[in-house]
């Protein structure tokens, strides 16, 4: 499972690897009984082994154990708290994505635990989605680059990593009683793209969603999962369902290989798979082949990622007792990562504004003064809430499942303090939200003045500050709008950071000319203090770009959250009603920056935006195609060049020859500063009206790192794929009618931020 180098332009093959795992699996399964294999299908039930998840040993198959989550081993101590995976998308830097991928696969390897429950790459819709934080922001082609790194590096730890939640799990409120909504085009150029390139990563298993899609569970949606996924994605591990998300026997011929955690709803001891399964075999209403099927794909999974290996580490802890001595060890899986996690905070870390040169902090600083809860440690320590479920100190993770327990966590208030003795910089501090006039008065003759405010939100099983998962509104938590205007009252040199799950509306306060500087450092992990630390002080030039789009108002917005009430039923409630809440995705293709570009809507900072301690300078675009050196799959390409569609046949959208370099974007970027740094150059390609595109997709980034004065050549790489359209008619991926010079590409450092013009060649 050694996946290509980050950066590679080639397409990675896992067809070899499949076909061996495959053949093993039918073999171990060959004398295996019809009960048998249903069971290796059917989950053991919630809290009846020692992970969220459990496959029991059955023969020589040791059984599987599945747990969260997307940024670390939940449940589990002695682990690491990672950046979250919008964080890792903010670092537009696939080497980073992929060792935090490697990482995090390791400590789960360590742990014992064959899936991992994550990535999770459902894409910002709804600026305020309470799952926002765990994915990898608004852009399918950044949410599948940062998915397919992820995947590639959990997998090549040894880990099964688990692409979620397929499909449309745009937001917590009523996730298991709505129907999105979504047309056949809009579904597969963004909503299915990152799970494509998951699949492209050799992603073992795929975790069907809460939700319903046009009117059918997800759970046993057969177009999603039949004939997308496994037919056309070529998809050869399994589905196994949400927890819960099971919504019928028959779901099995509809594509569900696996129900988790087994139980109807959780606790119920009702099942199902099981021996309901068991009898639609017996009956004639599932054909035993499926079942088989299903069971191959589970164990060949398995064998896959070669957890056969008889040094494959045994579950050694316990997610629902963790104190029980008899069943968790305490081992310690942690390593160096915490390296990591500190330049992956600095990483993802955004600047969003910068005047009077208030950063990077000299040292010369005579006194310092620190204001907001976030600044600070929890009262209790990090854990004080189960699954991260309430807040107080620094926020470095949002709630629910998707969280991890930290082992230990920096707060800046404490990192701040550290450095500041290097200086001999005289510090004060409150932490106290509401006392505003005492902020201001001790914020008066400070040299700076850093003000902390945040924003979080979470999975719908819990609520916070009546907030069910979903973010009620867009601004900021602790009252922290009025805490930055009464420091920054008192103080002309106020700096803003921000640590939040997702965008807020900064209009208060933005454009106050003592506000000197914004650092958005989203949900850093468990460096969170000493990350934030570098980028202040310039140890880290700022090199972060954002992932979604910050509106001046929250109605600049093209959805929200659908809140309707629907008699008799609560929002979390688990298991599927006959009373849907429908929601309809008429934006289509238009979602966050596309919207703004569409309808001409000036946002306060635009999708991939960011600045630097230093300023770059791009020249000499060129764009040639690349002549293919081999014949394979030539007519295809013939076809696509002759403006005809992908063909309607296994594997069609993850076809070599779509996907592998077609054309060459090079240019240079020069380091017109003063200081060493780091850019994201980003291709965004522009359609003719007539192909039914937004005005502006992004299509292709890179990160360079610059010496002042130096001058570095970039080369971006364009597919087939990237420029095509989906054909609902011909059902496949076709390039725009007219000729090929027709598209249009521009070369900038954001959406909006174009340096670079041209045109594809013919």
Known sequence: MD???VGAAVVPDFEAAWAAAYQKAEALLANFTLHEKINITTGVGWENGLCVGNIGAIGDFPGLCLEDSPLGVRDADFITGF???????????????????????????????????GPMMNLGRNAAGGRNWEGFGADPFLSGETAYETVLGLQNAGVQACAKHFINNEQEHYRTLESSNVDDRTQHELYAHPFLK?????????????NLINGTYACENDKMMNDILKREFGFQGFVMSDWGATESTISVVTGLDMTMAGDITLGSHTTFFGQNLTAYVENGTVPESRIDDMATRIVAAWYYLHQDAPGFPKTN??????????????VDVQDEHYKLVREMGAASTVLLKNVKGALPLTGRERNLFMAGSDAGPADIGPNKYADQGGQTGILAM????????????????????????????SISWTFDDFDLDRAGNMAIGQS???????????EDYIVVDGNEGDRKNLTAWHGGDDLVLAVAAQNNNTVVVIHSVGPLILEPWIEHPNVTAVLWAGLPGTEAGNSLVDVLYGEWNPSGRLPYTIAKNASDYPTMIIEGDIAGETPGQAGGGDVVLNITYSEKLEIDYRWFDAKNITPRFEFGFGLSYTTFEYSNLNIAKIPQTDSEQTSDEARWDAGNATRIEEGSSTALWLHRPAYNVTFDVKNTGDVYGGDIPQVYIHHPASAGEPPSVLKGFTNVEVLPGETKLVSIPLSRYDLSIWDVVQQG???PDGD??????????????ERLNGTIPS
């Open 3 to 5: 996946p290509p180098p």
């Open 83 to 117: 950046p979250a995976g919008i964080n890792s998308a903010t670092t537009w830097n696939r080497e980073l994505m992929r060792r935090r991928g490697l990482f995090m696969g390791r400590e789960h390897v360590g742990k014992g635990v064959n899936i991992a429950l």
């Open 198 to 210: 998951a699949v492209m990563a050799g992603v073992s298993s795929v975790m069907c969603s809460y």
């Open 317 to 330: 802890f316990n997610a629902f007792l963790p104190g029980d001595l008899a069943t968790n060890f305490h």
């Open 398 to 425: 949002g709630w629910g499942s998707g969280t991890a327990n930290f082992t230990y966590l920096i707060s800046p208030y404490e990192a701040i303090q550290h450095r500041a003795r290097r200086h001999r910089t």
């Open 448 to 458: 700076v003045s850093l003000v902390f405010i945040n924003s979080d939100s979470g």
């Open 733 to 735: 991926w076709r390039r």
């Open 740 to 753: 090929i010079n027709e598209i249009k590409l521009t070369v900038g450092a954001s959406s909006r931020d």
